[in-house]
């Protein structure tokens, strides 16, 4: 379906907008879709969002609010017709007609797995975004892929053959966060022993992914921006003058144009990463695609056997109908624990109210299940025991994990195909020590 939105009331009454599944957003700046002249509206004031539930309006944390009817709301589903308040204009929602989203017709882009028409429109947008040599800002919860993303925007595009560098800007304290994006010399700082190269430097001629941008410092923003505009930078404690040429992907699970307009973001910088926004989609809306995504896993995993061999149908059943808050990440995790116990864990939320059925429904026992018929830590109440053996499995993977990658966690996040984010919390919570 067609978005058309209409001002019909304040300075810009009879302007237009129009969106064909992407959002669209409300403001003065001069990058949203609507753009108004309205003094009293916010530079990011609102969005509309084209759900399988209907449209879904976002106030972005505007000054003075979006009101419908005599609500101040911070999000509303609305039909077609609906009047918004804003400032001192008014704009109307339209029903505009039916329209034919872009789609890409096949399973896999560059690591992206899905056979939904909402994950083959996504699958379209980074195949465009690609084909360019544009700043992308991908967006989306927590867990929804957004590495992965990044990565099939990398490798679809002409840059494929030089690297790709990753920087979770929310796991690394803020002190180190410039060292890792622009590398620092020997004695810049206490505990600097040796001259070490950072993202920009090692990425050159490639593409640099920042993730959780929104938690970059203000005068990390400022220090960015500088290096985005000119395109040269200096190692920390140095005087060489180092030149760049890389393709910058940001994601976040935030709306930064909310954090512009409290002023915790540069606008300048906004708009210096957000030359192209996408949006990645949550895997309740795209639940169809779970049998393919477990498959992937599957496959990742080494495991050659047919699908319903390793889930039986009522376990994808109820994979179907769970909203997975956690996202792809929260899956993968799922079936990681069934590969490691031999038993679903409970989908306590799951729409359907059943109990996840154990993987092995032929009645004999799995070789897991053999080899832990005896184990001493399954002594006890059932969750108490099945806790432990997990806390158990992922001390002692992770343990291995960090030998074969040297005590590398970037080389372990890769190995293991774990997020690193998720990676560093799990090694954190066994009291692993990391180099």
Partial sequence: MQLRVEVTQGPDRGKVANSSGAPLSVGTAADNDLILTDE??????LEFRQTPSGIEISDLGSTNGTIIGRARIE?????????????????????????????LEQELYHGVVGRSPITQRFMAQLQKAAASDISVLLLGETGVGKEVAANAIHQGSARAEHEMETIDCGALAPTLIASELFGHEKGAF????????????????????LDEVGEL?????TTLLGVLERRVFRRLGGEETLRTDVRLICATNRDLRAEVNSGRFRSDLYYRIAGLRIGIPPLRERLEDIPLLVESFLRHAGREEPLEEVFPPQVIDQMMNYRWPGNVRELRNFVD??????????LEDSRSGATPASANSSGGKSAVEESMATDPLLEGEYRTARDRMLATFEKLYLVRLLERSDGNVAEAARLSKINRTYLFEMLKRHGIRKR
């Fill in 337 to 346: 624990h069934l590969f490691a116990l031999g038993e679903a864990p409970e």
């Fill in 217 to 221: 410092p203000l005068s990390l923003q």
């Fill in 40 to 45: 009293s509206v916010s530079r990011y004031h």
């Fill in 75 to 103: 999000r509303a589903m609305l039909m077609p017709g609906a009047m918004i308040h804003l400032g001192n204009s008014i704009i109307r929602v339209i029903d505009g007609g039916v329209a034919s989203p872009e789609l």
């Fill in 190 to 209: 206490t505990g600097a022993e040796r001259r070490h190269i950072g993202a920009f430097e090692r990425a050159h001629l490639g593409t640099v992914f």
